[in-house]
Structure formats: C-alpha cells, structure tokens
T-cell receptor, first 114, second 114 residues
Framework: GESVGLHLPTLSVQEGDNSIINCAYSNSASDYFIWYKQESGKGPQFIIDIRSNMDKRQGQRVTVLLNKTVKHLSLQIAATQPGDSAVYFCADNRRGGGADGLTFGKGTHLIIQP | AAGVIQSPRHLIKEKRETATLKCYPIPRHDTVYWYQQGPGQDPQFLISFYEKMQSDKGSIPDRFSAQQFSDYHSELNMSSLELGDSALYFC?????????????FGPGTRLTVL
C-alpha cells in the first residue's frame, strides 16, 4: 500500500559522531519528502525536505539523500549533539504540494550517548 | 515568530462525551491540517481545510467533524468519544502559495478518554 516507513525503531550514537536515519517508501508517485524531528511532548518540527527531481539536499548539519531507484530516503546528521535526541519521521506529500495531508512513516528514536 | 496555537493543551473526557479542539494557525496561513498521534505511533492525517473549505480527507472517523472559520482558525469536534480516541491531536498550518507548502505543527492537545 501507500506507506512510508523506517528501517529501525531506535538508533544510538556517540555524541560527535554522524547519524544516519533511513526511510523506505512504496508509492512511486511520491514526489516530495520531508524529515521531521519530534521531541517528547512536542509537535513535529520541520528539518529538511527534498523533491523527487533532486538526489541530495543539504542544510545546516543535515543532509537528505534520495534514491528513487530503490525508493529510499536517508537523513544524515553531522556531529550529533545531545539536542538531536528525538524521534525522527520521514513524511510524504504524495501530490507534491497543495492542501494535502502528509503520510508519516514509523519514527526512529535517536539516542545520543555521551 | 508566531507559531500555531492549540487549545486546550490537555483534555480529559469520559466515554461517550464530546470534545472540541481549537487551532489558531500562523498569521497569514490559509490552510490547516489535523493529525492524530496515538501512543508510540506516527501522526495520522485526519482532515485539512483551505480557505474554509475541506480540501483533503484522511482517516477521520465519522464521529469527528471539523471546520475552518473566516479568521482561519479551525475546530475539531469529536463526539461519542471512545477509549481509543485517547491521543495527541496536532494541528498544522501552511501558506498554500508558498513554494513547498511547508506545514508547521502546533504543540498538540493531549486528549485522554476515561
């Protein structure tokens, strides 16, 4: 069916290391993807997005990679900090804009080890 | 910067009661979205409104209804509450004419049905 999912429920990394969070999607029509960060008790916070006509997009300490061939999306966080601890969701806006609801994948809980 | 405002932040109801959740979008945003997030789950899209008209519908139960008012705020009305309705309810808003129609999430309303 149309779903966006993550491979691992929990990811533990050392402070200062790079983190990579993965996501697989199944809808070939998907053309817009977003990564959200959700801290405990808070709403999802936009991190970075990418359109299907791109393979890579960089932000501040974050990079999103999109592989349309295998329908795979990843979020790379450089020099992970304690404040990066949160649940990370990938989401899909299937029709690439307009007033459409997002389809979220299962979150990955990123844990930062001191 | 102004964010999405949701009220109340916490709500406790009994089974079969009704509840009304309110959402005040970011100023100048014209689109609102409602999401439901169960414990340990990813957010599920319920419904969205653009310029006071329903624009997309997700997995919203028939017992729920929503509307957007002339000042763009939105209300989610929930009737015949069930135990399974206990969840975090997020409202998000966006400006439809923006390039990616990025959705900004509010802090959520935690609904507990006893």
């Amino acid at each position: 069916g149309e779903s966006v999912g993550l491979h691992l429920p929990t990811l533990s990394v050392q402070e200062g290391d790079n983190s990579i969070i993965n996501c697989a999607y199944s809808n070939s029509a998907s053309d817009y993807f977003i990564w959200y960060k959700q801290e405990s008790g808070k709403g999802p916070q936009f991190i970075i997005d990418i359109r299907s006509n791109m393979d890579k997009r960089q932000g501040q300490r974050v990079t999103v990679l999109l592989n349309k061939t295998v329908k795979h999306l990843s979020l790379q966080i450089a020099a992970t900090q304690p404040g990066d601890s949160a649940v990370y969701f990938c989401a899909d806006n299937r029709r690439g804009g307009g007033a459409d609801g997002l389809t979220f994948g299962k979150g990955t809980h990123l844990i930062i080890q001191p | 910067a102004a964010g999405v405002i949701q009220s109340p932040r916490h709500l406790i109801k009994e089974k079969r009661e009704t509840a009304t959740l309110k959402c005040y979008p970011i100023p100048r945003h014209d689109t609102v979205y409602w999401y439901q997030q169960g414990p340990g789950q990813d957010p599920q899209f319920l419904i969205s409104f653009y310029e006071k008209m329903q624009s997309d519908k997700g997995s919203i139960p028939d017992r729920f209804s929503a509307q957007q008012f002339s000042d763009y705020h939105s209300e989610l009305n929930m009737s015949s509450l069930e135990l399974g309705d206990s969840a975090l309810y997020f409202c998000a808003s966006s400006l439809r004419t923006s390039v990616d129609n990025e959705q900004f999430f509010g802090p959520g309303t935690r609904l507990t049905v006893l």
